[in-house]
């Protein structure tokens, strides 16, 4: 085995923004070991830091679940899980990354099991003790409980909890209360993995680490303001949750709420958690009510994504079931503020759409005066930035085409592809913000607050929907959402990006 802190080869070219800063020993407890989450974001996530050589060697890995696993079968589970991701060179690394694992079998709702869980914790009580809740949101009060009652809870525990958070106000307050009232608001980290993202970070650098768009940033410069994050895949293996939940409160109300709240949020005295957060709250009081006719939710009915035929969102759900569940949502909104007022917002997710596409699009107005006649069609600049899946920042300028003949213009773009410009891997979401919550940096974690916020926005629709009659509008899978999406943007003068693009 490897000795400590050895991790993976440089690259050759890898500059010193790749730099591994290790962190404090740390146990790391996951409850909900076993499940999707786990297996697919948490577990890999760690893999990588620890092959990266930034986890210490004390830090320990202990999956919480139902399943009546030992250590070895557990080892033996995420093995077949995640080894096939390995390349040839990483293999070396995995045994001491097994090594780490163990697995505690118990009933969150129950006593049984909690005994196990503070023995494999035995002489962990001097590191940072990371106790992530990768279940249902109905474990999170009785789990915080029985981690105090049996006396689990150090001064150096961090409680991370995963959306939803609720699925209306209401229940957002009572989650928060039962975990708030036992687990110190300053040790939660509510997590949202779109925050983690190097784009979405990158977004911040842009606008506060650079003279040139920050003077811009606002309603005098800024004609309105795209948020898209499309899926192509439908329902998964997350039928049930998703049919109860639908796009508006799995997407809009945590993941584009947050981005939008980040392109929108005035200047923070600083790069801190508190600072950037009190920003965000005040962006998301500030958002008008989503006007009725400024809205639209569909639902996909059979179709073909990249030449491979996909059902419906009915047949996804099978067993003869109908459903009024919106699998896409377009909004447009504005904020009333005094940098903002004016500027539409329109934020827009869906499932089994044309690709897969997450960007935040910064359309700058017109030129006011045309100097080249009326013949040359002059494009607004705009700003894209990619968070997937090519990681980017895109600015589109208008200029002039080589060689002779007369000034011929066209849109060209200014790339920056993180790829390209950085010889290094980029880390995932959760890579990140693991290693953030053991350092104890919340700045990327949302409040109780901000979570309370998004929710005062989104019930109103919630209401208004479950009072309705009317289902959602059909679109078919691979295209772009229902033909209302379209019009809602285009009745305003304006166009989705990917149409101009």
């Not at 320990?60 to 096939?84: G, M, Q």
């Not at 990158?202 to 499309?230: C, G, K, Y």
């Not at 947050?258 to 392109?263: A, E, H």
């Not at 592809?417 to 919550?437: G, Q």
Request: hydrophobic share 45%; glycine share 8%.
């Amino acid at each position: 085995m490897l000795a400590p802190g050895i991790g993976r080869p440089k690259l050759e070219g890898q500059c010193a923004l790749s730099q591994i800063i290790p962190v404090a020993p740390f146990d790391c407890v996951v409850f909900g070991g076993t499940g999707d989450l786990a297996t697919r974001k948490l577990l890999p996530a760690l893999w990588h830091r620890d092959a990266d050589g930034q986890i210490p060697a004390e830090a320990r890995i202990v999956a919480v679940s139902r399943k009546n696993f030992d250590d070895a079968a557990y080892r033996k589970f995420v093995e077949e899980n995640l080894r096939p991701q390995l390349t040839a060179d990483e293999k070396p690394l995995w045994a001491r990354f097994l090594a780490r694992l163990r697995h505690v079998t118990l009933d969150a709702e129950g006593e049984q099991g909690w005994p196990a869980l503070a023995d494999a914790l035995k002489g962990g009580d001097a590191y940072v003790r990371v106790v992530y809740l990768a279940t249902s949101p109905k474990f999170f009060g009785p789990i915080a409980r029985r981690l105090v009652k049996q006396g689990l809870v150090t001064p150096l525990t961090r409680l991370v909890v995963e959306k939803p958070i609720g699925s209306d106000l209401a229940s957002a307050r009572r989650i928060n209360d039962e975990i708030g009232a036992v687990i110190e608001e300053s040790a939660i980290y509510r997590i949202d993995h779109y925050l983690g993202k190097e784009t979405v970070q990158n977004l911040i650098a842009l606008r506060f680490a650079n003279s040139m768009f920050e003077p811009l940033w606002s309603s005098q410069w800024i004609d309105h303001v795209q948020i898209t994050v499309a899926e192509t895949v439908g329902l998964e293996s997350r039928a049930d949750y998703y049919d109860g939940s639908g796009a508006l409160r799995d997407m809009v109300q945590n993941h584009l709420v947050q981005l939008l709240c980040l392109v929108a949020m005035e200047p923070p005295r600083a790069f801190a958690a508190d600072a950037v957060r009190d920003e965000k709250l005040k962006v998301l009081r500030a958002l008008s009510p989503v006007a009725p006719g400024s809205v639209v939710r569909g639902q996909y009915v059979a179709g073909a994504i990249a030449g491979t035929a996909v059902r419906s969102y009915a047949d996804d759900l099978g067993k003869g079931r109908t459903s009024r569940t919106e699998t896409f949502v377009a909004i447009k909104t504005e904020i009333a503020n005094w940098r903002w007022a004016g500027v539409p917002f329109y934020l827009r997710t869906g499932k089994r759409l044309a690709s897969k596409n997450s960007e935040i699009v910064i359309a700058f107005k017109p030129v006011p005066h045309s100097l080249f006649g009326e013949g040359v069609k002059l494009e607004a600049n705009r700003l894209v930035v990619r968070l997937q899946p090519d990681e980017g920042i895109t600015l589109r300028l208008m200029t002039k085409e080589p060689g002779p003949g007369g000034m011929r213009l066209r849109a060209a773009p200014l790339d920056l592809s993180f790829a390209e410009e950085f010889s290094v891997r980029f880390p995932e979401a959760y890579e990140r913000l693991l290693m953030d919550v053991v350092r104890g940096n919340q700045t990327l974690f949302m409040r109780r607050d901000e979570v309370e916020a998004a929710w005062s926005w989104i019930d109103p629709l919630v209401r208004e929907w479950e009072r309705g009659s009317e289902a959602p509008k059909s679109y078919v899978a691979g295209s772009w959402g229902p033909a209302a999406a379209t019009a809602l943007i285009e009745r305003d003068g304006r166009t989705w990006h990917e149409e101009l693009a």
